[in-house]
């Protein structure tokens, strides 16, 4: 899997574990809630890296 497709990955279950959150209340989704947002912050430094390795490569 790409990190382009483990980004958004993360950002569909970010999407749905804050709407169990803000909808239903739900105390553990905001957790997970945040975990995906932690693991998207850490996946876009390393796209950032790959597309400046790729851009300086041509």
Do not use: P, W
């Not at 483990?6 to 209340?25: D, P, S, V």
């Not at 430094?45 to 790729?54: F, G, P």
């Amino acid at each position: 899997m790409t990190v382009h497709e483990q980004i958004m990955e993360q950002y569909q279950t970010y999407l749905a574990e804050n709407a169990r959150f803000c909808e239903k209340g739900v105390k553990a989704s905001a957790a997970r809630a945040r975990k995906a947002l932690a693991e998207i912050a850490k996946l876009c430094k390393d796209r950032r890296k790959e597309i400046q390795e790729e851009k300086c490569s041509e």
